[in-house]
């Protein structure tokens, strides 16, 4: 394991063995259980110190960095779980998918001459991607496509890390440059150095001005009767650096102009003859929509991707968002 994530373990295990021998004394009852956890923390730090920790007791392979993440005893990886061990951990994935819908924004959202759909498609149990929308003050409505680095429960976490901070942020109503700034300061301080997050924060107001941030993330494409234009990063990724200022840009969408917004699970989708969709097939399909709603774009979209992915497999998150001014 990296050096970083050895510290972080080492940090989490050693603060456990604090508590558990401050607990101990008054455990009453508790005391064979809080002696066990105990016994496996000092195991841990011994495999730790040993260099053998994070390998798998039976096939000593290494055990999945995320699920070490959400719990450093861990000693066997997925392959070699016990019967009951897969069913708790069946449990957990039912869980975390169901906590991660109940985050998703209202659907067909209608908000101050605006109105925006969207698609969330998790290719496993849980998804990296990070879609929200969420109506502000003044007839404002901010929105919001990421893609978190990393795969799997962890960027399930990450994922919901992000929108709680552009949650609290949005309610302080700061300038759009501020409010990205400080989600990826709180982003990289809070989270591993491998961890950053791709993603597009705008800002929709009444009369048709929209004020848009691209933190590294494709480009959205805005599409005005036939003709598609696109809408290049202004920054590098949210988390990668502590300290780092964002520009915004604006832009103006006349009635039925819509901006779509999209995660790589669009362009790199790949078909059973392993070509890969890409962006210039994806412009030439919006230049071809007419005055689409915001549901009927994301409809066909979804359409569109299915048939030319012609049964081969997904391999990565889906996010689509369609926001149109509708007057």
């Known amino acids: 394991m990296a050096g970083d994530m050895n510290t972080i373990i080492f940090r989490q295990l050693a603060a456990r063995r604090q508590r558990l021998t401050t607990a101990l004394p008054e455990a009453g009852d508790a005391g064979a259980h809080l002696s066990g956890l105990l016994r496996e923390v000092d195991a841990a730090l011994e495999r730790l110190k040993g260099g053998s920790y994070g390998l798998c007791e039976v096939c000593h392979d290494s055990i999945e960095t995320e699920r070490l993440l ?3 005893l861990l000693r ?29 924004p209202k659907q ?32 404002a409505l901010y929105f919001i496509l990421g893609d978190v680095s990393g795969k799997g429960i962890a960027a399930s976490m990450l994922m919901a890390h992000l929108h709680a901070m552009f949650r609290t942020l949005i309610s302080l109503q700061l300038p759009l440059s501020q409010l990205v700034a400080r989600a990826s300061r709180v982003f990289c301080e809070s989270t591993l150095p491998t961890h950053y997050a791709t993603l597009v924060c705008g800002r929709a107001l ?27 990063a202004t920054g590098l990724p949210v988390g990668l650096f502590c300290n780092q200022e964002f520009t915004v840009s604006s832009l103006h ?6 901006l779509l917004l999209y995660t790589d699970g669009v362009p790199e989708q790949r078909n059973a003859q392993d070509g890969e969709y890409g962006l210039p097939r994806l412009i030439e399909w919006a230049s071809c929509l007419g005055s689409s709603s915001p549901e009927e774009m994301i409809a066909a979209l979804s359409k569109e991707i299915s048939a030319f992915q012609s049964g081969a497999p997904r391999t990565d998150d889906l996010s689509i968002m369609a926001i149109q001014r509708v007057g």
């Open 76 to 104: 066997f990886c997925l392959d070699h779980l016990n019967p009951a061990q897969q069913r708790s951990l069946q449990e957990d994935l039912d869980l975390a998918a169901r906590i991660q819908t109940g985050l998703l």
């Open 206 to 232: 009444p009369g048709g001005l929209i004020e848009l941030c691209n933190a590294g993330h494709l480009p959205p494409l805005v599409v005005r009767n036939g003709d598609v234009a696109r809408v290049e």
């Open 108 to 139: 067909n959202l209608t908000s101050s001459g605006w109105r925006a759909s969207y698609r969330y498609q998790a290719v496993g149990p849980v998804s990296g991607d990070y879609c929200d929308l969420v109506p502000g003050d003044g007839g």
């Open 70 to 72: 959400a719990d450093p």
């Open 253 to 258: 969408l006349g009635m039925e102009h819509t």
